[in-house]
Nanobody, 125 residues
Framework: QLELVESGGGLVQPGGSLRLSCAAS????????IGWFRQAPGKEREGVAC????????NYADSMKGRFTLSRDNAKNTAYLQVSSLKPEDTAVYYC??????????????????WGQGTQITVSS
């Protein structure tokens, strides 16, 4: 069974940066698409972007373009989300999720069966 654990969140000032990690265990990520999503209090879960098995990414949400970058290291069975130029509106719980590449169609939460527990990013001065 694939298990995902996010880490790297925290409290950061506006303009700051963090790198979130999504470590997998139980199965290799080689055959999984990784999606990153976030959910702010009182809001629906929002897609950041997805990264396929060879490192190609889907389009980032407009509010995150140029500031957020997905990557993965299959040798370490880990995916990453680099977040930069953070704004207070980026405050949310950030989740990674995995979907088998053979089943993946588009970067939306319903495509993903395996989820991490989330890591909180709070952007505040």
């Amino acid at each position: 069974q694939l298990e995902l654990v996010e880490s790297g969140g925290g409290l950061v000032q506006p303009g700051g940066s963090l790198r979130l990690s999504c470590a997998a265990s139980g199965r290799t990520l080689d055959y999984y698409v990784i999606g990153w999503f976030r959910q702010a209090p009182g809001k629906e879960r929002e897609g950041v972007a997805c990264i396929n098995t060879s490192g190609g990414t889907t389009n980032y949400a407009d509010s995150m373009k140029g500031r957020f970058t997905l990557s993965r290291d299959n040798a370490k069975n880990t995916a990453y989300l680099q977040v930069s130029s953070l704004k207070p509106e980026d405050t949310a719980v950030y989740y990674c999720a995995a979907a088998p590449i053979r089943l993946f169609r588009r970067c939306v939460p319903s495509e993903f069966a395996s989820w991490g527990q989330g890591t909180q990013i709070t952007v505040s001065s």
